[in-house]
C-alpha cells in the first residue's frame, strides 16, 4: 500500500512540473510574441525583412512571413476586378 502511495505522489509531482512548464512556456511566448509585434509595427517592418532576432523567431512560429512587394507586377496573380454578384448602386433616387 506504501508503494502505491509513493507512486501516487511522484505522478502528482510530476504533473504539477509539468503543468508549470507549460504555463512558463505560454506565458513566455506571450512575452515573446507582444515585444515582437510591438517592434514590428513601431518600426512598420511587417513587409520587410524582420528587424531583429526576436522578430524572425516570432515570424518563423506564427508563420508570418514576407510577402512579395511586387505582387503588382506579377501578370500570373491578378485580383478579381469585380464579383457577379456585386452591382453599384446608383445612388439615391428622387420621386
Do not use: C, N
Request: hydrophobic share 50%.
Amino acid at each position: 500500500m506504501a508503494v502505491l502511495a509513493v507512486l501516487g505522489v511522484i505522478v502528482i509531482v510530476v504533473l504539477a512540473v509539468v503543468t508549470v512548464g507549460i504555463f512558463i512556456a505560454v506565458i513566455a511566448a506571450t512575452v515573446m510574441t507582444t515585444a515582437a509585434v510591438h517592434r514590428e509595427e513601431w518600426m512598420w517592418t511587417l513587409k520587410r525583412p524582420p528587424p531583429g532576432r526576436l522578430p524572425q523567431i516570432v515570424r518563423r512560429i506564427l508563420g508570418v512571413y514576407v510577402r512579395r512587394m511586387d505582387r503588382d507586377l506579377d501578370e500570373s496573380i491578378r485580383p478579381e476586378e469585380e464579383p457577379p454578384w456585386y452591382e453599384r448602386s446608383g445612388g439615391p433616387t428622387r420621386r
